[in-house]
């Protein structure tokens, strides 16, 4: 039997590729470092641009059985709750050939993986770092750390699937211009209890609240069980920086609440979780290129972004299909296969992670500034503003 492609990394991105190369023909082999494969908390938009993507996987009852569909986004001043617009998202389907959905990460996470697990084309391992790697071609020999040995593996293609801080990028750009940048905003994120949310943020609705200095994002999710509220707001690096999640204690949050001073009934929302995770945002610039021959890079790990547009595991799904694509239109090796991969990508991809900075800076404004926004918000209506993002949900 042939050797596999070797994907370093289980999230959505790894899992997706999988799937996508087993469909092109490929063997593939999954590694993943954490001892069980789970995401963490918290919810997923999954815009129709990836939405079409997975169902093209053949995935769409699994992922229908857990997903919510949100019939709006509203838009809405965050320090009065004035829906500056509201975005009609029931036709999102006939418009862009599938819904808007949202997950709780763990759901879409394991629809992914059963589905993998099932595909004869595919192996999967938990608890296996892969840690140094040397290409040659048409073969990468990798060394994985498992248990408390290092085991030699080989591939004939190496995907670093391995998310913000890839040791796959480590190892193909080892230089220390390419470290993560804090970006001075930071991530809170809980679930709420509904029966504990005002009773006006249980409708099937996804919400947006513009402040100076952050917004905070919630949507239902588990047949509305429960609502996933995420807040953005600007924090100073500090040491603990380093670390993508700490747990804490709601202190530090109630402080950003001061400063951001949100209406009473998101406060209230605010107020109802009881667990916060505190998620630092990072970024790295844009890559020219994310291949070196037989190895190359796929989602965070190529181009990880700010969550502002929530494209971030869109784009990972983005470029599984890709990648998967080249090998079909090819039938090539993987040298020539990401090749043609990270040409089809690395545009759009860099065009997201720069108009996902933007966003913020748009979603913060204060003063004058944030009056002529909010003005040319309700000029442009729901309508308008979902015309805004037909770029992005468009057909790859
Ligand atoms: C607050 C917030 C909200 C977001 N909301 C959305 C949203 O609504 N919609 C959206 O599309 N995106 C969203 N994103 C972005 C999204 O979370 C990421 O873009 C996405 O999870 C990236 O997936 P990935 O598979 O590339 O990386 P990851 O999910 O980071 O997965 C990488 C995997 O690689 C493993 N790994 C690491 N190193 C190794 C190694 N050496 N060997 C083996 N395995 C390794 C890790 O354990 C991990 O399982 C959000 C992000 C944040 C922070």
Redesign the pocket.
């Known amino acids: 039997m042939s050797a596999p492609i070797v994907i370093?990394?289980?999230?959505?991105?790894?899992?997706?590729a999988a799937l996508s190369l087993a469909r092109a023909g490929k063997r593939a082999l999954v590694?993943?470092?954490?001892p069980k494969?789970e995401?963490v908390g918290?919810?997923?938009?999954?815009?129709p641009n990836?939405g079409r993507i997975l169902a093209g996987l053949g995935l769409e009852e699994p992922l229908a059985a857990v997903a919510l569909e949100p019939q709006a986004i509203n838009i809405r001043r965050g320090r009065d709750g004035a829906v500056l617009a509201k975005l009609d998202l029931t036709d999102s389907r006939a418009r862009w050939g599938a819904p808007f959905r949202?997950y709780h990460?763990a759901d879409l996470q394991q629809v992914l993986l059963q589905a993998a697990l099932a595909h004869e084309a595919i192996e999967v391992r938990a608890g296996?770092?892969?840690?140094s790697f040397e290409a040659r071609a048409g073969s990468v020999s990798l060394r994985?750390h498992a248990g408390d040995g290092v085991e030699e593996i080989e591939g004939v293609g190496l995907v670093g699937?391995?998310?913000?801080?890839?040791?796959?990028r480590g190892r193909l750009l080892p230089t220390e211009k390419d470290a993560p940048v804090y970006s001075g905003l930071t991530?809170w994120?809980a679930l709420v209890p509904a029966e504990l949310a005002p009773a006006v943020f249980r409708a099937r609705e996804s919400n947006l609240w513009m402040l100076p200095g952050g917004h905070v994002v919630h949507y239902p999710l588990r047949d509305g069980s429960i609502i996933n509220v995420?807040v953005?707001v600007a924090e100073p690096p500090r040491q603990s920086e380093g670390a993508s999640i700490l747990s804490l204690d709601g202190a530090q949050l109630a402080r950003a609440l001061e400063r951001l001073r949100p209406a009473a009934e998101l406060r209230a929302l605010i107020e109802a979780g009881a667990s916060w995770r505190h998620?630092p945002?990072f970024g790295r610039p844009p890559l020219e290129s994310w291949s070196q021959g037989a190895v190359t890079l796929?989602?965070?790990?190529?181009h990880?972004?700010l969550?502002f547009l929530?494209?971030?595991?869109?784009?990972?799904?983005e470029d599984a299909e890709a990648l998967g694509r080249a090998f079909l239109q090819l039938g090539a090796t993987a040298e020539t296969a990401f090749a043609a991969y990270q040409q089809i990508r690395i545009p759009r991809a860099s065009q997201i992670v720069r108009a996902s900075r933007r966003q913020g800076d748009y979603f913060h404004l204060a003063g004058p500034a944030a009056l002529g926004r909010d003005l040319a918000i309700r000029a442009l209506g729901g309508r308008g503003m979902l015309a805004r993002n037909a770029w992005l949900y468009r057909q790859p």
């Open positions: 370093a990394g289980a999230g959505v991105g790894g899992l997706t590694l993943e470092r954490a494969i995401e918290a919810g997923f938009q999954i815009a990836a949202v990460r296996a770092r892969v840690g994985v699937a391995d998310g913000l801080r890839s040791a796959v991530a994120r995420v953005i998620w945002l796929l989602g965070d790990a190529a990880p972004m969550p929530a494209q971030g595991a869109a784009q990972a799904i």
